[in-house]
C-alpha cells in the first residue's frame, strides 16, 4: 500500500486559507484584562489606551518588562550557552508580537543567532500579512529565509513552513507549495491548518468539507504522533466553521475525539481546555464544561509529577474562567497551590517556576492581579535557587514574559527581587 502521507500533504495544501496554527507552548496567554493589544503594526498604547484595571500594567510597562527580559537573555553568555541564550532571546521576543508591538519583534530578531532568528523574522511577517502590510510582510519573510542556508535540515523546514505560512495567508499559493514541498512529519499540517483558518466564517462545500475530513481521517489512522498531533490543528481550524452544522459537527468532533485519544495526557488537556475555550466564545457553555470536565477527568485519572499536576490544573481553572465558573476556578487554584507547597521539596528547582506561572497566569485570568503577582513573585523566589547562572537567568526571562502577557504590574517587592536575580547573573553559568 503506498504510503498517504504525501498524498496527504498535497491535498492539505490545497486547504483554501490561512491563519496561524496554535502551539501548545509554556504560558500561554490573551492580552490582559482591561489592557488589551493594540492592532497589529501599532504600538501598543497608541491612539486611545483602553482602560487598565488596578494591579495591572500599562502598554508601556508591558513593554519595559519585555526589554528587561530580552537583555537578561543576552546576558547568557555565547560559549557553550548558544541555544539557550537563542532560544530565550525568542521567547521574549516574539512576546512583543503578543502585547501589539511587532516592529520591535522584528527588530530585536536581527540580534538571534542561528535558526530561531529566522522564526522570529517569519511570525513577524505573519503579523504583517495580517495587518494587510503584504510588502513589509514579503520583506520580513525574505529576511527569515536569508537565515536557511546556515542551519540543519531539520530547522531549515521549521523556517521553510514558517515562511510558507506568510504566503498562504497572502494568497501565493505557489511560493508556499514550493517551500512546503518535501518537509518531514513534524511539519506537516501547519500551512493546511493555516490555510484553513483564514477560512474562518466561510462556508465550505460539502465535496471539499469531505476531501479535507477524509484527509485527516486518513492521518489518525497511521497513529503516526507527528500525524495525529497535527491533525488536531488542521481540525481545529475547520471547527469554527462547523458548529452550526450538526452533521458537519458530529464527524469533525469525532474525528477530534479519535486524534486526542491517541496523544499524550498533557496534549490532551490542551487539545479540551482549547476546544473549551473555543466553545465558551460561541456562547456555549454547556458544551464548554463537558470538555472541561473531560480534561478534568484526564487530570484526575492519571499520575503526574507534583509540577506538572499544579501546571495541567492552572490550565483547567483558566478555560474555567472563560466559561464564567470563576468561583470553582479559584478553588482548584488554591488547591493547585497547596499541592505545590506540599510537594515543592520533590521538584527539581529548575522545574519550580513554570507551575507558578501558571497559577499566576490563571489569577490574572480571574481578574486578581494581588494573588497574580504574589505568586509571580513566588516563581521569582523559587526560579533563582540553581547554583546555575543559565537556569536562573531562564527563569527570569520566562517569568517576566509571562508577566508582559498577562499584564500583571510589578510592585516593589517584584522590581527588588528582579534587580537582585539580575545582578547575581555572573559565573558559574
Known amino acids: 500500500m503506498q504510503s498517504p502521507r504525501p498524498q496527504l500533504a498535497l491535498i492539505l495544501l490545497a486547504v483554501a486559507l490561512a491563519a496561524p496554527a496554535t502551539a501548545f507552548g509554556d504560558d500561554r496567554q490573551a492580552a490582559a484584562p482591561g489592557v488589551g493589544a493594540a492592532p497589529s503594526g501599532q504600538a501598543a498604547g497608541a491612539g486611545v489606551a483602553p482602560a487598565v484595571l488596578p494591579g495591572f500594567a500599562d ?13 537578561v537573555a543576552a546576558t547568557i553568555p555565547v560559549e557553550g550557552q548558544a541555544r539557550d541564550r537563542a532560544r530565550m532571546q525568542a521567547i521574549a521576543a516574539e512576546a512583543f508580537i503578543a502585547i501589539g508591538v511587532p516592529d520591535r519583534a522584528a527588530m530585536l530578531a536581527s540580534s538571534i543567532d542561528g535558526w530561531r532568528r529566522g522564526e522570529v523574522f517569519a511570525a513577524t511577517a505573519l503579523e504583517a500579512a495580517k495587518a494587510g502590510k503584504a510588502d513589509e510582510a514579503r520583506m520580513l519573510a525574505k529576511r527569515a529565509l536569508g537565515v536557511v542556508p546556515k542551519v540543519l535540515d531539520w530547522q531549515r523546514e521549521r523556517i521553510n513552513v514558517s515562511v510558507a505560512r506568510v504566503y498562504a495567508w497572502l494568497g501565493d499559493d505557489g511560493e508556499a507549495a514550493k517551500l512546503e514541498k518535501g518537509v518531514g512529519e513534524p511539519e506537516m499540517g501547519r500551512v493546511a491548518a493555516a490555510r484553513a483558518g483564514r477560512g474562518a466564517g466561510e462556508s465550505f462545500s460539502k465535496e471539499y468539507f469531505d476531501t479535507q475530513m477524509a484527509a485527516l481521517e486518513e492521518w489518525i489512522t497511521t497513529k ?22 450538526p452533521e458537519r459537527r458530529t464527524r469533525i468532533e469525532a474525528l477530534m475525539a479519535a486524534a486526542n485519544a491517541q496523544l499524550a495526557y498533557d496534549l490532551r488537556i490542551a487539545n479540551l481546555t482549547r476546544t473549551a475555550e473555543l466553545l465558551a466564545s460561541r456562547g ?131 522590581e527588588a527581587k528582579v534587580a537582585a536575580i539580575r545582578a547575581g547573573l555572573v559565573a558559574p553559568w
Open 59 to 71: 502598554p508601556q510597562a508591558r513593554r519595559a518588562m519585555l526589554e528587561t527580559a530580552f537583555e
Open 224 to 245: 503516526n504522533f507527528d500525524l495525529v498531533r497535527n491533525s488536531m490543528e488542521v481540525a481545529f481550524e475547520f471547527y469554527p466553521n462547523c458548529l452550526g452544522d
Open 284 to 414: 456555549e457553555q454547556a458544551a464548554a464544561r463537558v470538555a472541561i470536565e473531560k480534561a478534568g477527568e484526564v487530570l484526575a485519572s492519571n499520575t503526574w509529577l507534583t509540577e506538572d499536576a499544579v501546571y495541567q490544573a492552572s490550565v483547567i481553572a483558566r478555560a474555567k474562567v472563560r466559561n464564567g465558573d470563576g468561583e470553582a476556578a479559584r478553588k482548584d487554584l488554591e488547591a493547585a497551590l497547596a499541592r505545590y507547597d506540599a510537594g515543592r521539596a520533590g521538584v527539581v528547582d529548575i522545574y519550580r517556576a513554570r507551575p507558578l506561572r501558571a497559577v499566576a497566569a490563571a489569577y490574572a485570568e480571574l481578574k486578581d492581579a494581588d494573588a497574580a503577582r504574589a505568586t509571580y513573585l513566588r516563581a521569582l523566589e523559587d526560579g533563582s535557587t540553581n547554583p546555575n547562572a543559565r537556569p536562573r537567568a531562564e527563569a527570569l526571562v520566562e517569568t517576566l514574559v509571562s508577566m508582559a502577557r498577562t499584564g500583571i504590574a510589578a510592585d516593589a517587592a517584584v
